[in-house]
């Protein structure tokens, strides 16, 4: 079982940035996907999840109106389109699975049974 992020990098602000989560050794369309970020010396936080069928995506406010999640079943593929990017924004991203339904617990870590190895998005002024 794997979650593989990419598409980090370095923008500056205002630029945009496309993550994807590729998942492997599971049944992709049965997990709530998640996104999360950390930056250095801060905690996990939440950035937005999808739920299975991809019909109630939720957001973190900070990134409300910024950033689009969505998922191709078939590919087994999360994305996380990332626009108007801030310095605020910089961080490590993970991806994440659950198998409960998207609910408002979707915010914790815990949650989350599979994790991703996280892609760094850095944002200059």
């Known amino acids: 079982v794997q979650l593989q992020a990419s598409g980090g990098g370095l923008v500056q602000a205002g630029g945009s940035l496309r993550l994807s989560c590729a998942a492997s050794g599971l049944t992709f369309r049965r997990y709530t996907m998640g996104w999360f970020r950390q930056a250095p010396g801060k905690e996990r936080e939440p950035v937005a999840a999808i739920s299975w069928d991809a019909d109630t995506p939720d957001y973190a406010d900070s990134v409300k109106g910024r950033f689009t999640i969505s998922r191709r079943n078939a590919a087994s593929t999360m994305y996380l389109q990332m626009n108007n990017l801030l310095p605020g924004d910089t961080a490590v991203y993970y991806c994440?699975?659950?198998?409960?339904?998207?609910?408002?617990?979707?915010?914790?870590?815990?949650?989350?049974?599979?994790w991703g190895q996280g892609t760094q998005v850095t944002v200059s002024s």
């Open positions: 994440a699975a659950r198998k409960l339904s998207i609910d408002d617990t979707w915010t914790l870590p815990d949650g989350y049974s599979i």
